[in-house]
Nanobody
């Protein structure tokens, strides 16, 4: 089970850190990802962390940072220099992927409930 938190309202240029806590004793063996869905748009890949490293959507690299703490069964998404277009519901997901496979939500079998991030201009 995945529980995302940390969303909220922030002004453009601000920062937020999302957290996703996972239950279970095999957390470290899973690839973890963040996806987002803006109103009226399809879900899109944000970032992932797997045995092959970290992966980012090209437009977000440099502003977003994904990390994990296996001792706490938690994955984080640090979001800096936020823009109004980053407004979306952010979902964490667990699965198995490597390389470009991490960009595909179909490689993630477990999903959290989502946390809303709103960036005001």
């Amino acid at each position: 089970q995945l529980q995302a938190s940390g969303g909220g309202l922030v002004q453009a240029g601000g920062s937020l850190r999302l957290s996703c806590a996972a239950s279970g004793r095999t957390f470290s063996s899973y690839s973890m990802g963040w996806f987002r869905q803006a109103p009226g748009k399809q879900r899109e890949f944000v970032a992932a962390i797997s045995w092959s490293g970290t992966h980012y959507a090209g437009s977000l690299k440099g502003r977003f940072t994904i990390s994990r703490d296996n001792a706490k069964n938690t994955v984080y998404l640090q979001m800096d220099s936020l823009k109004p277009e980053d407004t979306a519901v952010y979902y964490c997901a667990a699965g198995g992927c490597s390389g470009y496979g991490c960009y595909d939500g179909r490689n993630f079998g477990s999903w959290g409930q989502g946390t809303l991030v709103t960036v005001s201009s």
